[in-house]
């Protein structure tokens, strides 16, 4: 059975700084793997989307890795904002679904 | 031109009653799915149909039933609520998983 954990739970950062969240899953037999935003009270936003057959995905400041073999994928966040802050979900295609982590939730500071 | 429209945003109700959410997407996609967020945020799927059709039925009590009248629709009804069925359910869909999951914006249903 497909488990995804997400490491740290939580995490708060000055202004600033070069952050990375975790993404662990332990079937490597993945279609695809995502990570959303998900803002208090709000639905979920897609971020990055990493095919199985690719190793990384870059939007704007964030660059997502996926190492398939080891079941890892990492979300780097550069320069990070006080907008950044939200919980940061990884979910991986398996089985014609999503499998969700928990989640981290990021508290960048001003 | 929101993508994966749910009604209503916010649901409270009492013990034992039915209730209906409901769910449009404009994308053409072929797939639809209710996940379920608990109080932990933690998300887990529900159901997906593939063009009207029930694909995946997780272990959902029998007082949740589905209905996809067509492929852009797919609506929840719940009968005789409990409470622990309070939690935000979140509509989503996709054309075939390689292009990713879009996703509603929820609807947070609280059972008093």
């Known amino acids: 059975k497909q488990e995804v954990t997400q490491i740290p739970a939580a995490l708060s950062v000055p202004e600033g700084e070069n952050l990375v969240l975790n993404c662990s899953f332990t079937?490597?037999?993945?279609?695809?793997l995502q990570w959303f935003r998900q803002d208090p009270g709000k639905g979920l936003t897609s971020l990055l989307l990493i095919q199985s057959s690719q190793r990384e995905q870059t939007s704007g400041r964030l660059n997502a890795s996926l190492d398939k073999s080891s079941g890892r994928s990492t979300l780097y966040i550069a320069a990070s904002q006080p907008g950044d802050s939200a919980t940061y979900l990884c979910?991986?295609?398996?089985?014609?679904?999503?499998?969700f982590g928990q989640g981290t939730e990021l508290s960048v500071k001003p | 031109d929101t993508a994966v429209s749910q009604t209503p945003k916010y649901l409270v109700t009492q013990m034992g009653n039915d209730k209906s959410i409901k769910c449009e997407q404009n994308l053409g996609h072929d797939t639809m799915y209710w996940y379920k967020q608990d109080s932990k945020k933690f998300l887990k799927i529900m159901f997906s149909?593939?063009?009207?059709?029930?694909?995946i039925n997780e272990t959902v009590p029998n007082r949740f039933s589905p209905k996809s009248p067509d492929k852009a629709h797919l609506n929840l009804h719940i009968n005789s609520l409990e409470l622990g069925d309070s939690a935000v359910y979140f509509c989503?869909?996709?054309?075939?998983?390689?292009?990713?999951?879009?996703f509603g914006s929820g609807t947070r249903l609280t059972v008093v």
């Open positions: 149909y593939n063009n009207k059709e029930l694909i």
């Open positions: 989503a869909s996709s054309q075939d998983s390689v292009w990713g999951y879009t």
């Open positions: 979910a991986v295609t398996q089985g014609g679904k999503l499998i």
């Open positions: 079937d490597s037999a993945i279609y695809n």
